[in-house]
């Protein structure tokens, strides 16, 4: 179950950075992120509040809300990435680090031993997530490679953060972490649009997007927790950092963008090591 949680967390992470991408054409960032997650908090609370999922535990509400100033912290500086440095190089890189680092957490912090199956099905997918991403926007900007690389390797570290801090949480505590991160993530998003003089909420136009697509993360975030708190940190990972494959794939489905060689063998190698990580 761990492994089918975490590909549905991978899928509707990927989903709503799809989503998302349509409603930050129209609009700032920060408006976005900002009205999506209120909706996320929303969504979470009345989920809480409605099912009775588990307790607000002061040691694990604290968690949360250490996994929620480090995600939004991600969040930033991706959205600094993709707006000033080549995508095809800060998404992979973002995405790749970000699944590493919960790998390397898992096994020198918390003792995880994968399987040997399951560590050739990590060779397999953090490779596969580069190969899916891989685009054309980076010919000819060296200086914006390497600020790609820088900016996508500290967001990609944060977001891996936020994995080994939700970690710490338990089956007690059900989804209230979530509810403590959304709680610390909310005025950060608000302090970043106000000091850039940005507007807190988005226009009409893209109001009902910016409140889906925090439906979907937040969906999301709590198939994530569910499939870390039955599964090694250093696979539940690795699946769910697959988003970037959900992105492109649903950009060849639905907007009919070409994927290239390089991009099919990283859907195919993806799939391969979801495979293997599952029957390990």
Same mark, same amino acid.
């Given at each position: 179950m761990p492994v089918l949680f975490a590909a549905l967390s991978s899928l509707l992470f990927g989903s709503s950075d799809f989503t998302g991408g349509f409603a930050t054409r129209r609009a700032a960032p920060e408006s976005?992120?900002?009205?999506?997650? %209120?909706?996320?908090?929303?969504?979470?609370? &009345?989920?809480?509040?409605?099912?009775?999922?588990?307790?607000?535990? $002061?040691?694990?509400?604290?968690?949360?809300?250490?996994?929620?100033? &480090?995600g939004v912290g991600g969040l930033v500086v991706l959205y600094l990435a993709l707006a000033t440095t080549p995508i095809s190089v800060a998404a992979p890189v973002t995405a790749v680090v970000g699944a590493i680092v919960p790998v390397l957490a898992g096994v020198t912090l918390l003792g995880e031993r994968?399987?040997?199956?399951?560590? %050739?099905?990590? $060779?397999?997918? &953090?490779?596969?997530v580069a190969?899916?991403?891989?685009?054309?926007?980076?010919?000819?900007?060296p200086a914006g490679v390497r600020r790609a690389v820088m900016f996508g390797a500290v967001a990609g570290a944060l977001f891996g953060m936020f994995g080994v801090f939700m970690e710490n949480t338990t089956? &007690?505590?059900?989804?209230?972490?979530?509810?403590?991160?959304?709680?610390?993530?909310?005025?950060?998003?608000a302090v970043a649009a106000l000091v850039r003089g940005r507007p807190l909420l988005p226009g009409r136009e893209v109001t009902g997007i910016a409140l889906v697509v925090g439906?979907?993360?937040?969906?999301?975030?709590?198939?994530?927790?569910?499939?870390l708190r039955d599964g090694l940190l250093s696979l539940v990972s690795v699946i769910s950092s697959m988003y970037p494959v959900v992105t492109v794939a649903l950009a060849w489905i639905v907007l009919r963008e070409r994927i290239?060689?390089?991009?099919?063998?990283?859907?195919?190698?993806a799939a391969l090591g979801i495979v293997l990580i599952a029957v390990a």
């Amino acid at each position: 179950m761990p492994v089918l949680f975490a590909a549905l967390s991978s899928l509707l992470f990927g989903s709503s950075d799809f989503t998302g991408g349509f409603a930050t054409r129209r609009a700032a960032p920060e408006s976005v992120v900002f009205l999506s997650h %209120l909706a996320g908090l929303a969504a979470v609370l &009345v989920l809480v509040l409605t099912i009775g999922s588990g307790e607000a535990i $002061a040691a694990e509400m604290w968690w949360g809300a250490a996994a929620g100033i &480090v995600g939004v912290g991600g969040l930033v500086v991706l959205y600094l990435a993709l707006a000033t440095t080549p995508i095809s190089v800060a998404a992979p890189v973002t995405a790749v680090v970000g699944a590493i680092v919960p790998v390397l957490a898992g096994v020198t912090l918390l003792g995880e031993r994968p399987s040997g199956v399951a560590w %050739l099905g990590i $060779a397999v997918a &953090v490779p596969a997530v580069a190969l899916a991403s891989a685009g054309h926007g980076a010919k000819g900007d060296p200086a914006g490679v390497r600020r790609a690389v820088m900016f996508g390797a500290v967001a990609g570290a944060l977001f891996g953060m936020f994995g080994v801090f939700m970690e710490n949480t338990t089956h &007690v505590s059900g989804m209230w972490p979530l509810v403590a991160a959304r709680a610390v993530s909310i005025p950060a998003v608000a302090v970043a649009a106000l000091v850039r003089g940005r507007p807190l909420l988005p226009g009409r136009e893209v109001t009902g997007i910016a409140l889906v697509v925090g439906v979907m993360d937040m969906s999301a975030n709590a198939f994530y927790i569910v499939a870390l708190r039955d599964g090694l940190l250093s696979l539940v990972s690795v699946i769910s950092s697959m988003y970037p494959v959900v992105t492109v794939a649903l950009a060849w489905i639905v907007l009919r963008e070409r994927i290239t060689a390089l991009q099919g063998a990283g859907l195919t190698l993806a799939a391969l090591g979801i495979v293997l990580i599952a029957v390990a």
